[in-house]
């Protein structure tokens, strides 16, 4: 039997604190091994000197928080390099984003959109 793992992440709020709602899932056959393209990921980190940074995409983007202290060109690197390993991996994945205005606009409003694209 096969197992599938979906992850599932956000961004945003229900209420009126941002103007967009996204929600994200990732998919993973877990017969598919994620070990070697994690590894390499990991090697390249170390390399950079920034195995012990956790990643996080916002702060990387805006240079804040644990990555205040990086220029541009260090964070564009980690960026890649993320993204090198993100596409080589044996996983799919689907995005929605909502703007929270009209039939969206109330958490209840927001749930039916999401429920109904995700079921489709």
């Known amino acids: ?3 599938l793992s979906i ?3 956000e961004s945003g709020d229900a209420g009126r604190i941002s103007k967009y709602y996204i929600v994200v899932l990732v998919f993973h056959d ?3 091994e994620l ?6 990921y990991s090697r390249m980190l170390r390399e950079l000197g920034q195995d012990k940074i956790p990643f996080h995409f916002g702060p990387l983007l805006n240079g ?3 990555y205040k202290w990086k220029n541009v060109a ?7 390099t993320f993204a090198m ?3 080589r991996l044996p996983i799919s994945y689907a995005c929605f ?16 959109h999401i429920e109904r694209d995700v079921m489709e």
């Open 74 to 80: 260090s964070r564009l690197k980690l960026l890649v």
């Open 85 to 87: 390993m993100f596409n």
């Open 1 to 3: 039997m096969r197992d």
């Open 64 to 66: 804040n928080d644990d």
């Open 7 to 9: 992850f599932i992440d």
């Open 97 to 112: 984003s909502y703007e929270k205005r009209g039939v969206a606009s109330t958490p209840r409003g927001l749930a039916k």
């Open 30 to 32: 877990q017969d598919l």
């Open 35 to 40: 070990d070697q393209s994690v590894a390499r």
